[in-house]
């Protein structure tokens, strides 16, 4: 078993250097931050002494380098705009993050178990049809255009909700709404069909054949055997929202993650991008090898190293 | 099977919320004044990194020692009463009296060197209007010298740039002072929610009583951070937000006649042109002066104007911005006329048409790429082949500053302090921000103009000497128009903008007495 832990863990180590290469190549051909920091008057002397005020006229192999080096002890440098560390502006940022991840998730999910669990009791019902139409037409809208929509129906129009910003449970429900339409809409697939195949299997009818009511096989029995790929996609899904959702963030006015990358790669401040590409690899990463260990550890037959 | 009970709960108190929500936007009538920023700020100190939405904010915690007011951006005094120039290097500067930081600092002599020492010495842009400042003299508690390296006109005008600040919290602060500033100015600053607002507070013990007769109009006043354009409309229109700036034509057109929301026009300072890469062989034969007499007679500006901008902008006839010097010189418009183009562009040897590339940011200026587009589509009909190049503002940025924009590229400029020659130290002058057209007679022209310390002098000899040499001679722009700044206002505002720069200086606002519930 520590072999397998050792060897996961040197695989994670290497994605997260390929990750870190591959962000500090992207990001000095992206242009230099320089220019955008000054006046459009400041003469030539003054760009080259902030570019070495920055240390962005060493090698590119000794930047890199320092890169790693600060990675390591947790200090990805200071952010060319706003001064601060890096780190501390990125984490800054994680609980409006957050707080819209696991609010699209929790009602995402709660809902799409719902709308899973009606459809598959009344297979090619209204219902069902319903479901059906509702997850094929819901992953084309586009994010942008229903959040501008609902601010203007439900705000200015009706005046029922807050614009934007981040303040009470109000604020949240539009962003929530936007975000969580596409994730509803594959949860609700992915588990629907496993639920169809579950209810197929001879246990479930053994279990009605034993007396147990219809709603304890449903809920109890049948759920949880079709949870597995359910399950896997939320991971995923919780992974991609905690990356930030720039889009919304950004007609939401929400301060998160998302409006962060954006406007750092736009104003090129290398070590917020740096910061936020290698905490959201850091986050992936160990996710995935935490999982990958408990299964390893549960399943004997996938200790193979 | 029935839909389970809890799912038809859960609908049921949903529902009820949403109704009993009420509006929790327009509730309460002593709510603050919400101002929508496009941007959030990075720092609260000009000295670390100055932009335009800072100054919105900032420019209202602390004052200047000058100021800018009127339409023809005059000098005028704030914390400095008085100026005399004591000889070609010194100017003397008399303080007001009787004023402190709202941390109970007086302020003295010692604050003003403090200031202009600490911003000199900073990162941020401020410290180009203090380059040529040598040192500052403390003459007594409220009178200071100014000493300069060279004779300089424009040392007064650059002061309205730079803050006053508190000498024994600056020094002990440090970069706290980022995240918490102290002004003697008419509001001081409560709060900042990185990414989301900035909140300020009216100062009660601010200097100027002439102001606010009746004191303070405004209380609390919050900056919003909000990107994107239709949401900062939809915050205009549903009431949680009562002052909206930088308004594109398309933004005005939605909000006629809407009941509670009022607009402001006046022409700013914000010039559009076409900068042309006039180095000698650089992109020829743009380095030949008919032909770029020739662009400038090709153009329908105002038809761009009219379809693009809704009649937002003007054709110019100055380089120099209008009111900007005294007496400017009529000179020759470039209007329409495209037989002169022709006939230009055949003198010059380019009778059969050249192509060319035209540079733009996408989005970054009022309709940049939809003109660049209509530009193009008239400069073919002289012949002249355009191929528009769109970049990414930072993309740019990075290239026009580095002179590798080698053609014609969509610029915008503006009146940082007013003076004239901020234009020409930005685009002529040889050690200046993007010499596309190095010129020494021009560079001789201009240090004459700044070592004439008379203002008068120095703005006749601007108007009829360089203005005429430069739009005439040289042409080294393509002109186009100037935008005019839109606000837009909640009624429960009234505004009388003090100067016509842009960044939002809340002196000028009031309050209606619509509100119920006075304040």
Same mark, same amino acid.
């Given at each position: 078993?520590?072999?397998?832990?050792?060897?996961?863990?040197?695989?994670?180590?290497?994605?997260?250097?390929?990750?870190?290469?591959?962000?500090?190549?992207?990001?000095?051909?992206?242009?230099?931050?320089?220019?955008?920091?000054?006046?459009?008057?400041?003469?030539?002397?003054?760009?080259?002494?902030?570019? =070495?005020?920055?240390?962005?006229?060493?090698?590119?192999?000794?930047?890199?380098?320092?890169?790693?080096?600060?990675?390591?002890?947790?200090?990805?440098?200071?952010?060319?705009?706003?001064?601060?560390?890096?780190?501390?502006?990125?984490?800054?940022?994680?609980?409006?993050?957050?707080?819209?991840?696991?609010?699209?998730?929790?009602?995402?999910?709660?809902?799409?178990?719902?709308?899973?669990?009606?459809?598959?009791?009344?297979?090619?019902?209204?219902?069902? =049809?319903?479901?059906?139409?509702?997850?094929?037409?819901?992953?084309?809208?586009?994010?942008?255009?229903?959040?501008?929509?609902?601010?203007?129906?439900?705000?200015?129009?009706?005046?029922?909700?807050?614009?934007?910003?981040?303040?009470?449970?109000?604020?949240?429900?539009?962003?929530?709404?936007?975000?969580?339409?596409?994730?509803?809409?594959?949860?609700?697939?992915?588990?629907?069909?496993?639920?169809?195949?579950?209810?197929?299997?001879?246990?479930?009818?053994?279990?009605?054949?034993?007396?147990?009511?219809?709603?304890?096989?449903?809920?109890? =029995?049948?759920?949880?055997?079709?949870?597995?790929?359910?399950?896997?996609?939320?991971?995923?899904?919780?992974?991609?929202?905690?990356?930030?959702?720039?889009?919304?963030?950004?007609?939401?006015?929400?301060?998160?993650?998302?409006?962060?990358?954006?406007?750092?790669?736009?104003?090129?401040?290398?070590?917020?991008?740096?910061?936020?590409?290698?905490?959201?690899?850091?986050?992936?990463?160990?996710?995935?090898?935490?999982?990958?260990?408990?299964?390893?550890?549960?399943?004997?037959?996938?200790?193979?190293? | 099977?029935?839909?389970?009970?809890?799912?038809?709960?859960?609908?049921?108190?949903?529902?009820?919320?949403?109704?009993?929500?009420?509006?929790?936007?327009?509730?309460?009538?002593?709510?603050?004044?919400?101002?929508?920023?496009?941007?959030d700020v990075t720092t609260l100190d000009i000295?670390?990194?100055?932009?335009?939405?800072?100054?919105?904010?900032?420019?209202?915690?602390?004052?200047?020692?000058?100021?800018?007011?009127?339409?023809?951006?005059?000098?005028?005094?704030?914390?400095?009463?008085?100026?005399?120039?004591?000889?070609?290097?010194?100017?003397?500067?008399?303080?007001?009296?009787?004023?402190?930081?709202?941390?109970?600092?007086?302020?003295?002599?010692?604050?003003?060197?403090?200031?202009?020492?600490?911003?000199?010495?900073?990162?941020?842009?401020?410290?180009?209007?203090?380059?040529?400042?040598?040192?500052?003299?403390?003459?007594?508690?409220?009178?200071v010298d100014l000493v300069t390296r060279e004779?300089?006109?424009?040392?007064?005008?650059?002061?309205?740039?730079?803050?006053?600040?508190?000498?024994? @919290?600056?020094?002990?602060?440090?970069?706290?002072?980022?995240?918490?500033?102290?002004?003697?100015?008419?509001?001081?600053?409560?709060?900042?929610?990185?990414?989301?607002?900035?909140?300020?507070?009216?100062?009660?013990?601010?200097?100027?009583?002439?102001?606010?007769?009746?004191?303070?109009?405004?209380?609390?006043?919050?900056?919003?951070?909000?990107?994107?354009?239709?949401?900062?409309?939809?915050?205009?229109?549903?009431?949680?937000?009562?002052?909206?700036?930088?308004?594109?034509?398309?933004?005005?057109?939605?909000?006629?006649?809407?009941?509670?929301?009022?607009?402001?026009?006046?022409?700013?300072?914000?010039?559009?042109?076409?900068?042309?890469?006039?180095?000698?062989?650089?992109?020829?034969?743009?380095?030949?002066?008919?032909?770029?007499?020739?662009?400038? @007679?090709?153009?329908?500006?105002?038809?761009?104007?009219?379809?693009?901008?809704?009649?937002?902008?003007?054709?110019?006839?100055?380089?120099?911005?209008?009111?900007?010097? $005294?007496?400017?010189?009529?000179?020759?418009?470039?209007?329409?006329?495209?037989?002169?183009?022709?006939?230009?562009?055949?003198?010059?040897?380019?009778?059969g048409g050249f192509s060319v590339d035209l540079?733009?940011?996408?989005?970054?200026?009022?309709? $940049?790429?939809?003109?660049?587009?209509?530009?193009?589509?008239?400069?073919?009909?002289?012949?002249?082949?355009?191929?528009?190049?769109?970049?990414?503002?930072?993309?740019?940025?990075?290239?026009?500053?580095?002179?590798?924009?080698?053609?014609?590229?969509?610029?915008?400029?503006?009146?940082?302090?007013?003076?004239?020659?901020?234009? @020409?130290?930005?685009?002529?002058?040889?050690?200046?921000?993007?010499?596309?057209?190095?010129?020494?007679?021009?560079?001789?022209?201009?240090?004459?103009?700044?070592?004439?310390?008379?203002?008068?002098?120095?703005?006749?000899?601007?108007?009829?000497?360089?203005?005429?040499?430069?739009?005439? $001679?040289?042409?080294?722009?393509?002109?186009?128009?100037?935008?005019? *700044?839109?606000?837009?206002?909640?009624?429960?505002?009234?505004?009388?903008?003090?100067?016509?720069?842009?960044?939002? *200086?809340?002196?000028?606002?009031?309050?209606?007495?619509?509100?119920?519930?006075?304040?």
């Amino acid at each position: 078993m520590l072999a397998v832990i050792a060897r996961r863990m040197a695989d994670a180590g290497a994605v997260l250097l390929l990750v870190s290469a591959a962000v500090f190549v992207a990001l000095h051909l992206s242009g230099d931050p320089v220019p955008m920091m000054l006046d459009p008057s400041a003469p030539a002397s003054e760009h080259a002494a902030l570019r =070495h005020e920055l240390g962005l006229d060493r090698p590119l192999h000794r930047q890199y380098l320092a890169l790693v080096r600060g990675a390591v002890r947790g200090d990805l440098g200071r952010s060319f705009r706003y001064g601060e560390p890096a780190v501390s502006i990125v984490l800054g940022r994680v609980p409006a993050t957050l707080q819209l991840a696991v609010a699209v998730l929790l009602c995402s999910g709660l809902a799409a178990i719902a709308a899973a669990l009606v459809s598959a009791t009344q297979r090619n019902g209204w219902v069902d =049809h319903g479901v059906r139409a509702l997850t094929a037409v819901v992953p084309s809208i586009p994010a942008f255009w229903l959040g501008v929509m609902l601010i203007y129906l439900l705000s200015v129009r009706w005046a029922w909700l807050p614009t934007s910003g981040r303040g009470s449970w109000a604020h949240l429900i539009m962003p929530t709404i936007c975000l969580g339409l596409m994730p509803f809409a594959r949860l609700t697939r992915l588990l629907r069909s496993s639920l169809l195949t579950v209810l197929d299997a001879s246990f479930v009818t053994a279990a009605r054949a034993r007396g147990l009511s219809r709603r304890r096989v449903l809920l109890v =029995h049948a759920l949880r055997n079709a949870a597995g790929p359910f399950v896997a996609e939320l991971s995923t899904q919780a992974g991609l929202l905690l990356g930030g959702a720039a889009v919304v963030e950004t007609v939401f006015a929400w301060p998160g993650i998302g409006q962060l990358i954006v406007q750092s790669i736009g104003s090129r401040d290398y070590p917020v991008v740096q910061a936020v590409v290698l905490m959201s690899a850091v986050v992936f990463v160990s996710v995935n090898l935490a999982s990958d260990l408990v299964h390893a550890w549960l399943d004997p037959l996938l200790r193979d190293v | 099977m029935r839909v389970p009970r809890i799912v038809s709960a859960a609908c049921l108190a949903a529902a009820a919320a949403c109704g009993t929500t009420g509006n929790p936007v327009r509730d309460g009538a002593r709510r603050p004044v919400v101002v929508c920023l496009y941007a959030d700020v990075t720092t609260l100190d000009i000295r670390v990194q100055t932009t335009r939405n800072l100054r919105s904010i900032a420019g209202n915690i602390h004052d200047t020692l000058i100021g800018l007011h009127g339409p023809n951006l005059t000098l005028a005094p704030e914390l400095a009463t008085s100026w005399d120039r004591l000889d070609a290097l010194t100017w003397r500067l008399h303080l007001r009296r009787g004023v402190s930081f709202t941390n109970g600092e007086p302020f003295t002599a010692a604050a003003v060197k403090y200031s202009i020492e600490s911003q000199a010495a900073s990162r941020g842009s401020v410290h180009t209007y203090l380059s040529n400042v040598a040192t500052v003299r403390i003459v007594d508690e409220f009178t200071v010298d100014l000493v300069t390296r060279e004779p300089d006109a424009m040392t007064l005008r650059n002061l309205t740039a730079v803050y006053v600040y508190p000498p024994e @919290y600056g020094r002990t602060a440090g970069t706290a002072f980022s995240s918490r500033p102290i002004g003697t100015g008419p509001f001081t600053f409560v709060d900042w929610k990185k990414g989301e607002s900035v909140t300020l507070q009216a100062n009660r013990r601010y200097w100027n009583t002439s102001l606010w007769r009746e004191g303070p109009p405004l209380d609390t006043v919050v900056f919003r951070v909000c990107p994107d354009p239709s949401t900062r409309l939809a915050m205009l229109l549903s009431g949680e937000v009562d002052l909206v700036d930088n308004l594109s034509p398309d933004m005005l057109a939605r909000l006629k006649g809407q009941p509670h929301v009022r607009v402001t026009s006046f022409p700013g300072y914000k010039r559009m042109f076409l900068h042309v890469d006039a180095r000698p062989g650089s992109a020829p034969p743009l380095d030949d002066v008919r032909v770029r007499r020739a662009l400038n @007679y090709a153009i329908d500006r105002n038809a761009i104007i009219e379809t693009l901008l809704s009649g937002q902008a003007a054709p110019y006839t100055h380089f120099i911005q209008e009111g900007l010097t $005294d007496a400017p010189e009529p000179l020759a418009a470039y209007g329409l006329d495209r037989a002169r183009a022709k006939a230009l562009l055949a003198e010059a040897g380019a009778g059969g048409g050249f192509s060319v590339d035209l540079f733009t940011p996408a989005g970054a200026y009022m309709k $940049d790429k939809e003109a660049a587009e209509a530009i193009q589509a008239q400069l073919a009909e002289v012949g002249v082949r355009v191929r528009v190049v769109p970049l990414e503002y930072g993309d740019y940025v990075n290239r026009h500053s580095k002179l590798q924009l080698k053609g014609l590229t969509l610029n915008r400029r503006m009146a940082s302090t007013g003076d004239p020659t901020d234009g @020409y130290l930005y685009m002529l002058a040889s050690g200046g921000g993007a010499p596309y057209i190095p010129n020494a007679h021009f560079d001789r022209l201009l240090s004459t103009a700044n070592r004439l310390l008379d203002p008068a002098a120095r703005s006749q000899y601007l108007a009829r000497t360089v203005e005429p040499f430069v739009w005439n $001679d040289l042409v080294p722009e393509v002109s186009l128009y100037d935008l005019v *700044d839109s606000f837009a206002l909640s009624d429960r505002l009234i505004w009388h903008p003090v100067n016509r720069q842009e960044q939002i *200086d809340l002196r000028g606002l009031g309050r209606t007495t619509w509100l119920g519930g006075g304040q």
